[in-house]
């Protein structure tokens, strides 16, 4: 796997993935100041949750649960001193479908925490990582 990362101009970086896929990050220059982009710890707590939400819709696909949608809300603390590490980072997956399985949505989530999800596992090494669900029967919303 590579990326690049190029500075455009004051706190402002382009990152290329090795697919060439590119994104603006960064931060403001001054307090206060626009950001051009999400910080480089941001793009650390989102991937963490896309990998974790791509590894429950494909656990509940293949369990051929019939999901519609999965979110992640991340809430993460670092540390205050240099380096600022991850300390705590709390995972609540809201996922919805028609009559899913609570207990195979938890399943789902636990394998991609506990097994498949490399992302947290690397942030596990440093923070306190913790998770939660809830699931949201559209079959019963639409009767």
């Not at 590894?55 to 992640?72: F, N, P, S």
């Not at 306190?128 to 809830?134: G, M, P, Y």
């Amino acid at each position: 796997m590579k990326a690049r990362i190029k500075w455009v101009e004051g706190r402002t970086f382009v990152g290329e993935s090795g697919s060439g896929h590119k994104i603006v990050l960064g931060t403001a220059a001054e307090p206060g100041g626009q950001t051009p982009g999400p910080s480089p710890m941001e793009l650390m707590l989102i991937g963490a949750g896309g990998c974790s939400a791509y590894d429950v819709v494909h656990i509940l696909e293949k369990g051929r649960e019939a999901i519609e949608d999965c979110t992640v809300e991340l809430d993460a603390d670092r540390a205050e001193t240099d380096p600022k590490v991850f300390t705590r980072i709390h995972m609540h997956f809201v996922v919805k479908g028609r009559s899913l399985a609570p207990a195979k949505v938890e399943r789902a989530v636990n394998l991609s925490i506990e097994k498949y999800c490399s992302a947290s596992a690397m942030l596990a090494m440093s923070a306190k990582l913790t998770h939660d669900f809830e699931v949201v029967d559209t079959a019963s919303a639409q009767a």
